[in-house]
Nanobody
Framework: QVQLVESGGGLVQAGGSLRLSCAASGRTFSSYAMAWFRQAPGKEREFAAAVTRSGVNTYYADSVKGRFTISRDNAKNTVYLQMKYLKPEDTAVYYC??????????????????WGQGTQVTVSS
């Protein structure tokens, strides 16, 4: 099965931008829909963004819509999350995840079977 490794997290000021990357192992990356979830301390893990296998279709949580962009480069086995106009409430550990389920949009945690280790994003006010 696919293995995922996130990178790119860090500390930024409110209003700033950051790009996260998620590198996937294997040669079947294009078989998975991909998503980013996030989890703040003491909070439930929540959906942020998802992208279809081809990268053509995307879906966003209302909380990030218009500020975040998910994309993928299947030739590089990598999915990205470009975050701009960051807010303190965006502070969380960000996880990428892979799903082999059919249908769209895929926004529920239980349809994602592979997860990365997470990368910390901290937005200061």
């Amino acid at each position: 099965q696919v293995q995922l490794v996130e990178s790119g997290g860090g500390l930024v000021q409110a209003g700033g931008s950051l790009r996260l990357s998620c590198a996937a192992s294997g040669r079947t990356f294009s078989s998975y829909a991909m998503a980013w979830f996030r989890q703040a301390p003491g909070k439930e893990r929540e959906f942020a963004a998802a992208v279809t296998r081809s990268g053509v279709n995307t879906y966003y949580a209302d909380s990030v819509k218009g500020r975040f962009t998910i994309s993928r480069d299947n030739a590089k086995n990598t999915v990205y999350l470009q975050m701009k106009y960051l807010k303190p409430e965006d502070t969380a550990v960000y996880y990428c995840a892979a799903s082999s389920y059919s249908g769209w949009p895929l926004i529920e945690i239980n349809v994602y079977g592979a997860w990365g280790q997470g990368t910390q994003v901290t937005v200061s006010s």
